[in-house]
């Protein structure tokens, strides 16, 4: 079984949007997939009004995914964060963790869990000065 027939049949197993969001990005996939995902389309019958559609749809996703992952803890926050690490409690910051990393925010992320360490030794040092003085 040569290549693209392997790819042509991973590809008739694949959803309508994932075909979609292989055709849309051409530059992410090698040519035999891309022309594995098109043969999959005309094979399925989907006329361009669907591809129209899908495509737009796939780049609302890649929009979301990128203005996640740009985004970062305004000032504030980190402030916040570093005064009050223990305010959100555990659960808390599970929870912030899992909400944000499950939208692909990981430079929030690294925000967060920097300025929330930041805050813990800080609050560390100054009960190990207090108990010594």
Do not use: N
Request: net charge neutral.
């Amino acid at each position: 079984m040569s290549r693209l027939e392997q790819l042509r049949e991973e590809m008739s197993q694949r959803s309508d949007a994932h075909l979609f969001a292989v055709v849309a990005h051409p530059e992410d996939w090698i040519p035999e997939a891309v022309q594995a995902a098109r043969a999959e389309i005309d094979r399925r019958g989907l006329s361009q009004e669907e591809t129209i559609a899908a495509e737009a749809i796939v780049q609302a996703d890649d929009d979301r995914k990128k203005k996640y992952a740009s985004m970062r803890l305004p000032t504030w926050a980190k402030v916040l964060i570093f005064l009050c690490p223990v305010m959100p409690g555990l659960m808390g910051i599970l929870v912030i963790y899992l909400y944000f990393s499950s939208r692909g925010a990981t430079a929030l992320i690294k925000d967060y869990m920097r300025w929330l360490l930041y805050g813990l030794i800080f609050y560390a040092v100054l009960i190990l000065i207090l108990s010594i003085v």
